[in-house]
Each structure stands twice: as C-alpha cells, then as structure tokens.
C-alpha cells in the first residue's frame, strides 16, 4: 500500500511504498542520473543512446526538475535508502515509462514503484488510459506492465533508430479504473 506526503512546493510531494521513496527531481540527482543514462545496460531499450556526459544529463534533468515543479507531480525519481535509482511515471500525454539502474533488476523495484503511481496518475489527471510503448525484446519491461495491468494494443516496426540499429514497438495501454470514471 502506497501513501504521499505533500508539504510545500508540488516538487516536495513524496509517494512512499513499503521499500521505496518516489519524489520530484532535484539538482543533487545528477550524478545518480547520469550513472543511469550513461549505462549501455539501462539505455538498452531507451528512445536515446547512452549518454556521454553528464551535460548530457542535465539537459534531461533541467526539464524534470521544470516538470515537478508544476502541478500535479507525474514524473518521479525512484529512491530505495536514500540512493536514486531509477525514474518512473507519465512522461508526455497520457504515455508512461520508467528506467532503472541494472543493480537494481529482478527486484520488484519497479512493480511497487509503478503500483503507487499509477493510482496517483488517475487521481490527478483526467487521463482515460495510461499507455506505454515498448521494445518486444525488452521481456522484463514487458511482462512488467502487463503484471500491471497493461494489455497489448498492436505492434510496429523500425519505431526507433539508435546508433543505425532499428528497434521494433510494441504497445500497451491501461483503461482508466471504473471507480474513478
């Protein structure tokens, strides 16, 4: 069960799950940020190639840290002791995503992040679905959303081409839940 804390800017809003601390962007993210976005691992089945610096990285983070500060809070950093390890929540339209940091696989990390956030992305948007548009070989990913919930709404190839290698998309999306209709 996921609980938030809001005191203060919509930035300082906070979902708490049994592990994690899910919160806005802040400017001391960018090394743990970077660690993410520079690991060919993580950015395997990212819309980018890895990043190369951490200005890079920034850019990116400028923009999150621009976001949370506008209400509602949609994107979140995932912290597990303190440490960031990953990003999750809706990051355009109705479309959600999420990374994480490869020592942090096969954990569940992701799961509980993403059961918290869903039911808060209902709560403040009117959003009738959430998507999510992922690479098929991205298995984990995959079975992910649909352990959440997400259904396969159709498939498309060459959707992304990174470093002059082309990867396919396969589509998800999650209706909105009746109760909250």
């Known amino acids: 069960m996921a ?16 592990r ?32 190369t610096s951490p200005d890079q990285t920034q850019r990116n983070l400028d923009a999150m840290i621009a976001r949370a500060a506008t209400p509602p809070l949609t994107y979140f950093m995932i912290t597990l002791d303190g440490r960031l390890i990953g990003t ?10 999420f990374i994480l940091h490869p020592d942090f696989w096969r954990k569940g990390i992701i799961s509980e992040a993403m059961q918290a956030i869903i039911p808060h992305l209902f709560e403040v948007t009117d959003q009738a679905q959430l998507t999510a548009d992922a690479d098929p070989e991205n298995v984990g990913s995959v079975a992910t959303l649909k352990k959440l919930g997400f ?23 999650l209706p909105r839940p009746e109760n909250l209709r």
């Open 151 to 173: 259904t396969e709404t159709h498939r498309a190839k060459n959707t992304f081409c990174i470093n002059g290698v082309w990867s396919d998309s396969v589509y998800l999306s």
């Open 20 to 51: 994690l601390i899910l919160r806005g962007a802040r400017q001391a993210d960018l090394d743990d940020l970077f660690a993410i976005y520079s690991n060919p691992q993580s950015m395997r089945y990212w819309s980018t190639a890895p990043h």
């Open 88 to 97: 999750a929540g809706m990051h355009r339209a109705d479309e959600v995503g």
């Open 3 to 18: 609980f938030f804390t809001h005191h203060g800017p919509w930035a300082m809003m906070t979902l708490h799950t049994k």
